[in-house]
């Protein structure tokens, strides 16, 4: 499975930027798919997740409100709505896939694919 996301780019305080990611290779399959992020100098962080069965969603407490994690009508893609950009969301954003929840939707190590990241950069 490989995994491409897009959609970042440089924006103002309190804009708004829709990333997205798409899913192509062996997707008969459905994923549970998530966002994270890695600023410079600092570990790739939990941002958002979706789960496949039910659509549950889960966010980094520090998101709630601002992001939203949708899925698309196409299968295995997964969209981030960020509103309310601040400079400290600056970093490259990945969205990542399993198949199979093993415990903790939160953690890097959870997740089998990865895409290859997008770079969002807040300016103040």
């Known amino acids: 499975v490989q995994l491409q996301a897009f959609g970042g780019g440089f924006v103002q305080a309190g804009d708004s930027l829709r990333l997205s990611c798409a899913a192509s290779g062996r997707t008969t399959s459905s994923y549970n798919m998530g966002w994270f992020r890695q600023a410079p100098g600092k570990e790739r962080e939990f941002v958002a997740a979706i789960g496949w069965a039910r659509g549950t969603t889960y966010y980094a407490d520090s998101m709630k409100g601002r992001f939203t994690i949708s899925r698309g009508n196409a299968k295995n893609t997964v969209y981030l709505q960020m509103n309310s950009l601040k400079p400290e969301d600056t970093a490259v954003y990945y969205c990542?896939?399993?198949?199979?929840?093993?415990?903790?939707?939160?953690?890097?190590?959870?997740?089998?694919?990865w895409g290859q990241g997008t770079q969002v950069t807040v300016s103040s």
């Open positions: 990542a896939a399993v198949a199979v929840y093993r415990g903790n939707y939160r953690s890097v190590d959870e997740y089998t694919y």
